[in-house]
């Protein structure tokens, strides 16, 4: 279990609000773009079948979707090149976060993620100074109500690392962990057993956390994590600490 980031718990929530305000569209759609450079053909491409899977969850028009997945493969060129880049900081405390951008223009991608730590207390890092604390996983989400002995049998089937169960007001279901090359088989195995996917991905997790039981602390992280996580370059922030349910309701109420 050792690694969970309670971040993955509580951008699920966000998650739902973002969609609202269309910030999903233009997240998912670069990932269709990058996908689709190793193969417009999503049948021979798990990444892009995995993010089109992705963009339809989040009710992104089919047209978005061709149009992403042409720009990426190179059918339609606008004359703007997206670029991934890792960067890596601290938050309050010396917490590490990690995040993963799709960008245009790495100069305007830096100043606004250097903006964003020194607003919320945090600073941006040099490469290598936290990526050492993160190994890169293969996660499946599984929504639903969970037969433990199922999934362990599945899991076992599909050569998963681990699973955590996850019983929230708002989600019910299980995160199963897998090294990132067998994603793609544990994910056929786990729909196979019947388990209803909601999302496949692919998340970095430390190796080590941090419990944070200072609401002070807790609510200047929780404010960096959605500052960077609002930022349009931004595809994925994940941080190694861990904060208690009830601290994160109080802190965010």
């Known amino acids: 279990m050792a690694g969970h980031s309670k971040w993955a718990n509580i951008k699920r929530q966000k998650a739902r609000v973002d969609a609202v305000k269309g910030k999903v569209f233009a997240k998912v759609s670069r990932q269709i773009i990058v996908a689709a450079r190793s193969g417009a053909d999503p049948a021979g491409n798990f990444q892009l079948r995995t993010a ?3 963009a339809k969850e989040a009710g992104i028009p089919n047209d978005n979707i061709e149009r992403a997945i042409a720009k990426g493969s190179g059918q339609l060129n606008d004359g703007s090149q997206l670029e991934e880049i890792r960067y890596e900081g601290y938050g ?26 020194t607003k919320n207390g945090g600073n941006l890092g040099e490469t290598g100074c936290v990526s050492w604390m993160f190994d890169q996983k293969g996660v499946m989400t599984i929504k639903g109500s969970i037969n ?37 088989n544990l994910s056929q195995v786990l729909r196979e057993k019947g388990f209803d996917v909601s999302e496949v991905e692919f998340r970095w997790i430390s190796s080590n956390t941090v419990e944070v039981t200072d609401a002070d602390q807790a609510r200047s992280l929780l404010k960096l994590m959605n500052a960077l996580d609002d930022l349009d370059d931004v595809q994925n922030v994940t941080a190694n600490f861990d904060i208690a349910n009830e601290l994160v309701s109080s802190v965010l109420v």
Request: aromatic share 8%; net charge negative; glycine share 6%.
């Open 52 to 54: 089109i899977e992705k």
């Open 148 to 184: 433990e002995d199922e999934l362990l049998e599945a899991s076992v089937e599909g050569e998963a690392e681990y699973y955590e169960v996850i019983s929230e007001d708002d989600f019910q279901g299980a995160e199963v962990f897998t090294e990132t090359t067998n994603l793609e």
């Open 92 to 117: 309050v405390g010396g917490i590490a976060i990690l995040i993963e951008a799709l960008t245009d223009n790495r100069n305007r991608t830096a100043a606004d993620l250097r903006s964003a730590f």
